[in-house]
């Protein structure tokens, strides 16, 4: 049962815990506060770094429409008329606690993704001690789900300039998708670290339920699979296929279909459904939601790519499976791990546009088979070398350390070092900094516009506008923006030239465009000149 499994858990094993939180919290928070401390005079922070800064932006403009009373949420990077039907429970509560506690975006975003950080640990270790009841085979998996990672690192020098990398999303994914491991994840957003513990709690309850016929725990995973796909709808698709697909081997393995499993099921996806039928109507019968849906395209990379990404914690996986098939070792819960795996790898280059959105979660599995596989090859070695040979290779803990951080996480010092170094780079000090006369001008924006107002600018200045001031742009995100490619084009050619104005006065009127943002970025892409423009 679970209380048990959590009486399972020592005192030795809490103060773990307790300092691997502390040390990720700081870890994850030393990039941010680095960042902070080298704000230039005249300039404020934004909170950005090197991962997905485009997307931050973007969850800042629900925090602010939530602060500014909203409680169903507009796209405030597209200019076309919309009405409020975006509902996200997470991002309006994180939002409406920041309006409580007078706090800014930015703080209460990166409180949001301290507190969540203790919780996603607590989830991991859970599931290390269901897998393993030796205490030091459960502290190692811990650790190899927190912090272990690929060897994206040690492949980009020769990926440079190979004539397969097509662009920065054939680049290792350890070395820039948040989703590809828990670490990554601690370091990006509160939301994907709540949603990965959601993900890690839906299955483990419904093995659980199965395991124990208990009715409350697949209760449990309804209603957290329910809160998940209400504000992270991607992985519909891969909890619901990974769930259908064990119980289909099941009953083959059995030759029998059992109808207590498959009444967990059923309670599984009956609490699930509001969301889902949710997403389903507006996809359907929402223009917005059904374009956006349409451009978020976010495809895998080469299969070979994908797996440099996992390096050995993927060599490990697969020796494990290895020796589960050889020596018959064969359980359900390692049959539940493998069918996790093999289906979500396989979403990984399904037919659906959000495939690369689909991995996160997949280190889970992956991670506890690899340690399966450890423990596999610690047993062999223990044969085959002397005593004294395998304490000093293998029981030596110093070693051990050295080991793992060569082996499994050199993307993570990459990472890290490439974040600190970012905030030297003078290509990205404008978009990290931005100066106050700018943030003025967003402050004027917020208080001097509506709801139904947009605003036109270059596209730098289009990602932040919405998320410092809660008002619409005309173009600002490559997946929020309805027609972007096109609209992108229509941007450049307003500010390229200071000539045909009658057909720059047609353009603001059919893209309800009531306030043009005239800056330094706006200026070098032409010569237009704002202040010759009476219609201006």
Known sequence: MLRD????????????????????????????????????TGSAYTGLHSLTPGDVHVYYSYLEQARQGHWLFLDLYS??????????????????????????????????????IPFLLFVL???????????????????????????????????EKNIYRQGWYDWPLDLWAAENNNLLTMLQSPHLI???????????FFFFALEHQKIKYSLASGALASLLFSFHPFHIPTLIGIMAVYLVIHFILNKKIHLDYLKHFIIVCALASPPVLYYFYLASFDFFTRFRTAQNICLSPSLWVTLISYGFIFVLALYAIYQLCRRRHWSNRYIFLVVWLIVQFLFLYSPLPWQRRMMQGLQIPMGILAV????????YLRQKISPRQFDFFINNPSLAVIVFLVIFCPSQFFNWVREFSLFQDENYIEQLYPANDKLAAYQWLKLNMNENDVVLSELANGNFIPGLTGRKVFAGHGVETLFFDSKVGEVVWFFKTNTV?????????????????FSDKEAELGDFQPAEKSYL
């Not at 991002?91 to 301290?114: D, E, P």
């Not at 001690?129 to 927190?146: E, Q």
């Open 125 to 159: 270790y859970l599931l290390s001690a269901y897998f393993f009841t030796n205490k030091n085979w459960r502290r190692l998996c811990f650790i190899f789900l927190t912090f272990a990672s690929g060897w994206g690192a040690i492949f980009s020098p020769f990926l």
């Open 501 to 517: 104005d009658d057909k720059k006065q047609v353009f603001l009127k059919n893209n309800h465009i009531t306030h043009v943002f």
């Open 5 to 40: 499994l959590i009486k399972s858990i020592s005192r030795k094993e809490w103060w773990l815990l307790a300092a691997v939180a502390i040390f990720v919290i700081l870890l994850t928070s030393a990039p941010y506060f680095y960042g902070w401390s080298q704000t230039p």
């Open 194 to 204: 709540l949603s990965t513990a959601l993900i890690i709690l839906v299955m483990f």
């Open 372 to 379: 399966v596989g450890l423990r596999y090859f610690y047993q």
């Open 79 to 116: 200019s076309e008329p919309q009405a409020h039907l975006i509902f996200n429970p997470f991002w309006l509560t994180v939002g409406l606690l920041a309006k409580l506690f007078s706090l800014s975006n930015f703080l209460v975003f990166q409180l949001a993704r301290i507190i969540f």
